[in-house]
């Protein structure tokens, strides 16, 4: 449920009193977070935009998958909140700005650790705040402690122009901070300090500790480029703190060192001079702000064609480029390779052509295969998730087409207005080209398509009956796993969300792949997986269906992301697998050679792994 949105009615801003806050940070890509905050705190609270927001968000809620699970205080994940009456408090909170009234929206949806849920207004979202001392935990003599990232010269220098010059005016030597161990931040002990950021700022995940995981800096793939990522520390979107201090023993030094490091903002949003454009290039609706009836249209599909089925989440807080010499020099899986295991590191599943990405997954499998290749070993580091197929289908790749169905049992909430979209869906016949309600788009637990005409969201109930996904392979599948599934493992930091999180509890519960999991606080458990649902319906998405069906005007409708379905763990069929508690097999902390270098930690983990 991404509230991805610009707001929703039009506002008029008064004159800008001289000096206009946001023209003093204009055309700038990196602001102090002072100056930054001063432009965002400019805008007015406006009542009727309140109302607007809240009906909306209130309205939205009725689809939420997980609305009768995540209170439950016998759960395995707790820090839960009731959410209604969470919105019913802020309809009558006093907020002197804008700014204050998203914040406390922002907080209260982040608050329920769940990634596909969350309000991201895009005015106050277009700043990132960031921090040039991004923090690894890493184990060191056998002992973890925390340490400022020890390749932090060779990361901040690869930052736009700005960013360190910045620091270098201002007398702070990155150099002397780079690999320092940390004693306190904020006066707090280091691990509590963290704790504290994964519980009021990190969201995104139900379990703490990979939600501690995400405040830690560590690589990821985006597409076929490797980045490091600052993590929530060093990172953070709607930040309040201006600067942390920190108290460091500096590397070869024996004395404690105090440090005060000022967050300085980059700017990710439109181009604007003042703070009337401010608003009106990334605060205003725009005709993308909501959805469309798909029916009205010429042409449907050139229009705003239905989005292929999602789990994914938000990107984490801003990265740059893995420094060079931590990228991985294996060599290429078609060259003379003799190693008897190899990795595939799946980034995301986000490939814009399913065809092409099982067409690469297929490649790579036969390339692997053809160099001697036996064992398998899957990275699935800061893996966003993205289609839900392409998950599914690399599963049923790997597991081979005579294991039969490779996703899991499904279902939507079955609230009086889905109830009414469906029957509008089956009464004027409309194509599942726009639909997502659209029942022959799914199957019976047998494999069986719905009728066109078959109503799966009635008798009322909480929820939909079950039913499961029907991803078809636009290439052959191998009857047969390609490899031993014995000898395939999976590596991950649990930061692996939606689409990856299925597949990865796919591979766990289907075939007991084992899972290592690197990082974490030490003394605390940790997930594999860090926030599983199984689809997401952005505002738009959601709107869309509304008014195709009809029902723009019903009552029940919001005015003028979101997590819209729900998988069930194979292991506990009552339970879904966001709620299901499954630790990894295996529990590695990482190490100055393997938190931002992913052929050592392929190396490392093989050899852990597989003996």
């Not at 997590?563 to 097999?585: G, K, Q």
Request: net charge negative; with cysteine; aromatic share 12%.
């Amino acid at each position: 449920m991404f509230f991805g949105l610009s707001v929703f009615v039009t506002v008029v801003i008064a004159a800008a009193v001289p000096p206009d806050p946001c023209s003093a940070i204009a055309g700038a890509l990196f602001a102090t977070h002072a100056d930054t905050l001063a432009c965002l705190r400019s805008f007015p609270f406006n009542e009727t935009l309140r109302q607007n927001v809240l009906d909306i968000v209130d309205r939205v809620f009725d689809f939420y998958t997980f609305e009768y699970y995540y209170p439950d205080p016998d759960g395995p994940f707790q820090d839960k909140e009731d959410i209604r009456n969470e919105l019913t408090r802020i309809r009558s909170e006093s907020y002197a700005t804008d700014y204050d009234f998203n914040f406390d929206l922002y907080n209260v949806i982040n608050q329920l650790n769940d990634g596909h849920t969350l309000w991201y207004p895009n005015c106050y979202t277009a700043w990132e705040a960031l921090l040039p001392t991004p923090v690894a935990s890493l184990s060191v003599d056998d002992r973890e402690n925390l340490y400022i990232a020890p390749d932090l010269l060779e990361f901040v220098s690869l930052i736009p122009p700005g960013f360190t010059s910045y620091y270098d005016s201002i007398g702070l030597d990155l150099q002397r901070l780079a690999g320092a161990k940390v004693l306190q931040i904020e006066g707090m002990e280091p691990y509590a300090y963290v704790d504290c950021v994964a519980d009021t700022v990190t969201g995104n995940y139900n379990d703490h500790g990979v939600r501690v995981n995400s405040v830690f800096t560590s690589y990821r793939l985006e597409g076929a480029s490797y980045s490091q990522r600052f993590g929530d520390l060093a990172g953070r979107i709607f930040n309040q703190d201006e600067s942390l201090t920190f108290s460091l023993l500096p590397v070869g030094k024996t004395q404690a060192e105090t440090v005060t490091v000022p967050f300085l903002d980059v700017f990710l949003g439109n181009n604007f001079s003042d703070m009337n454009s401010y608003w009106a290039n990334n605060c205003a609706a725009s005709s993308d702000t909501n959805g469309v009836d798909q029916r009205s249209t010429g042409d449907i599909l050139h229009y705003r064609a239905k989005p292929r089925p999602k789990g994914v989440i938000r990107l984490p807080p801003y990265a740059i480029g893995l420094p060079t010499q931590f990228q991985p020099s294996l060599p290429q899986v078609n060259s003379n390779a003799t190693t008897d295991s190899q990795k595939l590191f799946v980034g995301s599943f986000e490939d814009a052509d399913d065809k092409q990405f099982l067409i690469d997954v297929a490649t790579t499998i036969t390339s692997l295969k053809a160099s001697g290749v036996t064992r398998l070993l899957i990275d699935l580091t800061n893996n966003p998730g993205g289609v839900v197929c392409q998950g599914l289908l690399l599963h049923q790749y790997l597991s081979g087409r005579n294991f039969g169905y490779p996703g899991f049992q499904s279902t939507v909430r079955s609230n009086p207005l889905a109830q009414k979209i469906v029957r509008q869906v089956i009464a004027h016949q409309i194509s599942d080209n726009v639909s997502f309600y659209v029942p022959e788009q799914w199957a019976f637990l047998n494999d069986t398509l719905f009728p066109d005409n078959f109503n799966f969201i009635d008798p009322p109930s909480t929820t939909s009956q079950r039913f499961h996904d029907t991803c078809t392979s636009p290439i052959p599948i191998p009857p047969s796993p390609p490899f031993n599934l014995t000898q395939v493992a999976i590596v991950t930091n649990g930061n692996c969300a939606s689409t990856c999180a299925l597949f990865s509890t796919l591979m766990r519960e289907r075939h007991n792949i084992p899972i290592a999991v690197f990082g974490g606080r030490p003394g605390q458990s940790i997930e594999f997986k860090g926030m599983a649902g199984n689809q997401v319906l952005e505002w738009t998405d959601l709107d869309s269906e509304i008014k195709t069906a009809g029902l723009k005007n019903d009552p029940l409708a919001p005015p003028d992301f979101h997590n819209w379905r729900t998988a069930y763990s194979y292991r506990n069929e009552s339970i879904p697998i966001a709620y299901y508690s499954e630790p990894p097999t295996f529990r590695f902390p990482y190490t100055a050679d393997t938190y931002n270098d992913p052929q050592n930690l392929w190396i490392f983990a093989a050899r852990k792994i597989f003996g």
